[in-house]
């Protein structure tokens, strides 16, 4: 199972919004609504954010939203802010019945 | 509130083997599959191992398939990964995750993490 492929790298300024990509295949991302998306700061463990497409978990803030079309997720951060600034990514359950990591990408607020 | 706390990593040779222990609380552990999920120095995250809430199925990525072996002790709330024949392309944190499945798939709980250091 090859890693979904994210960007290595998005950027935005405070308050600006940033949308960040995760493109599978059918048998993974295209095939289930089984996405989620973790943050992870330097040296921390991963937080879950997303899960299943858009779904919120409770303390995350309503910034983060999740989406999905076809083959690829998506992560939207609105009003970006300073304490965003960390590595995400994404995951998805496979027809192997396992998960999918992405590579990762790197969110920097300028 | 859960509480997952790895143990066990270090530094060891190539060839040697290790023993990862995930401590659990805070919530019915038998109730669950867990997960060890590794990540490699400034590298993203993979999945290592699963095992069934019940002890009932394992599986194992094909990277360490035959030389780790995942197990749990729902009595003691722990989870174990015995890592063999170690090499220098295991060296990673390896963290323990609670995975939530049924009508979903993610994992909503995770360790803080253990470094496992392979070099000669």
């Known amino acids: 199972q090859s890693a979904l492929t994210q960007p290595a790298s998005v950027s935005g300024s405070p308050g600006q919004s940033i949308i960040i990509s995760c493109t599978g295949t059918s048998s993974d991302v295209g095939g289930y609504d089984y996405v989620s998306w973790y943050q992870q700061h330097p040296g921390k463990a991963p937080k879950l954010m997303i899960y299943?497409?858009?779904n919120r978990p409770s303390g995350v803030s309503n910034r983060f939203s999740g989406s999905k079309s076809g083959n690829t997720a998506s992560l939207t951060i609105s009003g970006l802010q300073a304490e965003d600034e960390a590595d995400y990514y994404c995951s998805s359950y496979t027809s192997s019945s396992t998960p999918v990591f992405g590579g990762g990408t790197k969110v920097t607020v300028l | 509130q859960v509480q997952l706390v790895e143990s066990g990593g270090g530094v060891v040779q190539p060839g040697r083997s290790l023993r990862l222990s995930c401590a659990a609380s805070?919530?019915?552990?038998?109730?669950?599959?867990m997960y060890w999920v590794r990540q490699a120095p400034g590298k993203g995250l993979e999945w290592m191992s699963v095992i069934w809430y019940d002890g009932s199925n394992k599986f194992y990525a094909d990277s360490v398939k035959g030389r780790f072996t995942i197990s749990r002790d729902n009595s003691e709330n722990t989870l174990y990964l015995q890592m063999n024949s170690l090499r220098v392309e295991d060296t990673a944190v390896y963290y323990c995750?609670?995975?939530?499945?049924?009508?979903?798939?993610?994992?909503?709980?995770w360790g803080q993490g253990t470094l496992v250091t392979v070099s000669s």
């Open positions: 805070g919530f019915t552990f038998s109730s669950y599959d």
């Open positions: 995750a609670r995975l939530r499945t049924g009508t979903t798939f993610y994992f909503d709980n």
């Open positions: 299943d497409v858009s």
